[in-house]
């Protein structure tokens, strides 16, 4: 099935620093969401959005719906070692469905 | 909040047998169940749609005969792989909504399957 442009695909960063993440679609979705996944873990939702332009916080994560329905950031505030996991962003198509499509991950990697 | 739990976590086996997956979810009702896939360092693939009492929805490109989905109840759904081969090997994830709550979706911790 289509995927989502997601960017970057790995990042190495210093605790402290802040860190940003995108996905991009050639396609309208109605909901971006953001997860979090560990090693041999399901993926964790982090933040759901479900309006265009929607600016969304969870503790030091913010997320946004992009204007065009199209794309959405993540981005963490003073990263800690315990950020460290794989970022998947997910769209919905169709309110009401839950088929979601992925990206293809964002490594984090958080150097103490 | 909703939990979603998969059974075994892990599970090896021969190449031609059959295994299967379970996924519960423990405190809810899930009409549908979704069975996703995932390769080392791969984003999830969805490979079906659960429903509760009804035939399975599956992807383009996913075998049907290969990959059998049972929902019998409102709380298990199976996913059975049939005869086995080593490029089945995979992480398989499922995921529910509980449609009479936070209708938020979520997902079992996954089964990895290894096949010798």
């Known amino acids: 099935g289509q995927q989502l442009n997601q960017s970057p695909q790995s990042m190495f960063i210093q605790e402290g620093e802040d860190v940003s993440m995108n996905c991009t679609s050639s396609?309208?979705?109605?909901?971006w969401l953001w997860y979090k996944q560990e090693p041999g873990e399901g993926p964790v939702l982090l933040i759901a959005?479900?309006?265009?332009?929607e600016l969304t916080s969870n503790g030091r994560l913010t997320a946004q719906f992009g204007i065009t329905r199209k794309d959405s950031f993540l981005n963490i505030s003073a990263s800690i070692p315990s950020d460290v996991g794989i970022y998947f962003c997910a769209g919905r198509r169709r309110a009401g469905s839950y088929q979601l499509t992925f990206g293809k991950g964002t490594k984090l990697s958080v150097i103490p | 909040g909703a939990v979603v739990s998969q059974h075994p976590s892990w599970v090896i086996c021969k190449s031609g047998t059959s295994v299967k997956i379970e996924c519960r979810s423990l405190d809810f009702q899930a009409t549908t169940m979704f069975w996703y896939r995932q390769f080392p360092k791969q984003s999830l693939m969805l490979m079906a749609t659960?429903?509760?009492?009804?035939?399975?929805?599956?992807e383009q490109g996913v075998e049907k005969d290969k990959f059998l989905i049972n929902h019998a109840s409102l709380t298990l759904s199976t996913l059975t792989v049939t005869s086995a081969h080593p490029e089945d090997s995979s992480f398989y994830i499922c995921?529910?909504?509980?449609?009479?709550?936070?209708?938020?979706?979520?997902f079992g911790a996954g089964s990895r399957l290894t096949v010798l």
């Open positions: 396609s309208i979705f109605n909901t």
């Open positions: 959005l479900y309006k265009a332009g």
């Open positions: 995921s529910a909504v509980d449609r009479t709550g936070a209708n938020v979706l979520t």
């Open positions: 659960s429903n509760e009492g009804s035939k399975a929805t599956y």
